[in-house]
């Protein structure tokens, strides 16, 4: 396709998506109402009505909801390719894809039929008066978990991503024998240093950053004042665009909950509080299986963390919302993956039968709840903490566990992990290797988590700045190469996987910017 014509496509796809929202009811109205205001000519009406949506602040909200359908729909493509192409263009990613959705779903009957509990059922009156009582302190009274094990942990997953294979590739034609060293065989394209110091130029040594110069023993007019006061003008704006590129150096603390919001577009109207309302009825009438998932997961993960086992009510609250909200459905048009569908009771294997499980889509697997507890710290209201983290999720976290060949992927970024070191740490990875302590079985669980859990919580929310400034998961994967850059002498002293592992097992003193910085721009290449 010529650049004309994907552009048309882009613009039809994108009018099409907001003509349905609540945004371009909002507008009409206001338009048709302004056309009662005396400063409203006839003979120049298209131009009066534009200028009052601009002043009123309507056309911003506009400019908006298109940058996050920009931001969220699918690369352009051949009109003619067919819908799976535009979810994975890779024959085999998808195949994959699909035999590891067969797993944890059989993995989830079996779960059912083992316990003898539904995947789904309607609560009693007196159970679901009683959960209504209890919604804001559920951490007191969770059910009996102890026959309840996660579906999958991101161990069992990278050993699927372990064994991909290109079958058109033969990998005896790679001339680098440094291929061969890391887990990953997969022949995608992923970016060295000179070019991940072009996409991120706003990381250089001579920028000023959140997360540096404001620890530094420099007077804070020079940079965090007058940075901050930039933050202030761009919330006040409400230009997503401009709060995404400001994100790149850092937020302040202050600002931080405003701006990610604003790149997200997630602006938490009476509509989206409503929406928040009615999934809370929903839990409140029908018990899941999964929701067993969630209490599990949270427990297990969040309930033990020294920064997040305050916010475990508000967890349960989002997370079992989350679980029955069907718009999250939509983020599978350009997601590798399909949701699970079971079969309504008695009607096994009638295709018309088959509904999707969990209404979401998504299956909670261990460390899911920590994709939500960091959030906790910027929104304490509900539905707003929840509009934000079903964004960030249907943008990003989805990526994390999925098989597919898209750059922000979890295969690409292991791969890019794998290379960086390989590249620039030849000697720490070959001696890994060899007493059998392969850097990316200890970095896998940091990267599917985008490190939440691992690194302290103001330097999370600086990595994840970061993510959403660059509108990209690749910083993820150059931090865990930067963490085995920092810890390399103490490295190259270990003799097996557990005191490897020993070495790395505590991130949480660890300033995320400095050492993303000195891996960029300061290593030699």
């Known amino acids: ?29 206001r338009a048709k109402e302004c056309l009662h205001q005396p400063d409203i000519k006839l003979d120049s009406l298209k131009e009066d009505v534009r200028s009052f949506l601009k002043t009123s602040g309507w056309e911003r909200q506009l400019q908006n909801a298109v940058y996050r359908e920009l931001q969220v729909q699918l690369p352009p493509s051949h009109p003619a390719a067919p ?26 009957n079996s779960m059912s039929t083992e316990l003898g509990v539904p995947l789904a059922r309607m609560r009693p009156a007196a159970e679901q008066k009683e959960l209504a009582n ?40 790679d001339v680098s024998v440094r291929s061969h060293w890391g887990l990953i065989q997969v022949p995608l394209n992923v970016r060295d240093i000179p070019q991940l110091r072009r996409a991120y130029s706003e990381l250089n040594l001579t920028s000023g950053q959140l997360g540096i110069d404001d620890h530094a023993h420099i007077h804070p007019d020079l940079f965090e004042n007058e940075y ?43 509509q ?18 999964v929701d067993n998932l969630i209490y599990k997961d949270v427990k297990l993960t969040a309930s033990n963390d020294d920064y997040y086992f305050v916010f475990e009510d508000f967890l349960y609250q989002v997370l079992l919302c989350f679980s029955r909200d069907t718009a999250v459905l ?40 920590m994709y939500v507890a960091p959030l906790c710290f910027l929104y304490n209201e509900p539905s707003k903490l929840y509009s934000v983290f079903r964004e960030m ?6 990526r994390l566990h999925s098989i597919s060949s898209s750059p922000s992927g979890i295969v690409s970024l292991c791969l890019q992990f794998e290379r960086l070191l390989q590249t620039h740490l030849p000697q720490l990875f070959y001696h890994l290797r060899q007493i059998g302590a392969q850097p990316l079985r200890i970095a896998f669980k940091w990267m599917v988590r985008a490190f939440s859990g691992y690194l302290s919580t103001d330097q999370l ?49 660890l300033k995320v910017m400095p050492l993303i910085q000195i891996f960029l721009f300061a290593m030699a290449i």
Not at 134 to 158: C, H, I, Q
Not at 393 to 398: A, E, M, W
């Open 1 to 29: 396709m010529d650049e004309g014509s994907e552009l048309s496509l882009t613009i039809a796809h994108i009018v099409q998506r907001l003509k349905g929202s609540h945004l371009h009811s909002q507008i009409e109205r």
């Open 83 to 108: 819908p799976e192409h535009l979810k994975e263009p890779l024959a085999y990613m998808r195949a994959a894809q699909a035999g590891w959705e067969k797993r944890v779903l059989k993995s989830l």
């Open 134 to 173: 209890k919604w804001n302190e559920m951490g007191t009274d969770e059910p009996d978990l102890t026959s309840v094990r996660p579906v999958y942990a991101p161990k069992d997953f990278l050993e699927v991503l372990v064994s991909l294979r290109n079958p058109n590739h033969d990998s005896s034609e």
């Open 228 to 270: 901050v006061q930039i933050g202030k003008k761009v919330v006040m704006e409400q230009d997503s665009a401009a709060a995404q590129q400001y994100s790149r150096q850092g937020c302040s603390t202050g600002l931080r909950a405003d701006l990610w919001a604003l790149i997200l577009n997630s602006n938490n109207q009476p």
């Open 272 to 289: 989206d509080v409503m929406h928040y309302e009615q999934l809370t009825a929903g839990v409140i009438q029908h018990d899941l299986l």
């Open 330 to 369: 939509e983020h599978f048009k350009y997601n590798s993956a399909t949701p699970p569908r079971s079969f309504v009771q008695g009607k096994g294997g009638e295709e018309e039968c088959a509904v999707v499980y969990p209404p979401n889509g998504v299956i909670p697997f261990h460390g899911f709840s």
């Open 393 to 398: 999720y249907i943008r990003y976290f989805f």
């Open 461 to 509: 929310l600086l990595l994840w700045d970061r993510i959403l400034g660059y509108d990209s998961l690749e910083v993820v994967a150059v931090l865990a190469a930067a963490v085995f850059a920092f810890r390399a002498e103490n490295l190259m002293e270990v003799t097996s996987l557990g005191s490897a592992e020993a070495v790395l097992a505590d991130l949480s003193t």
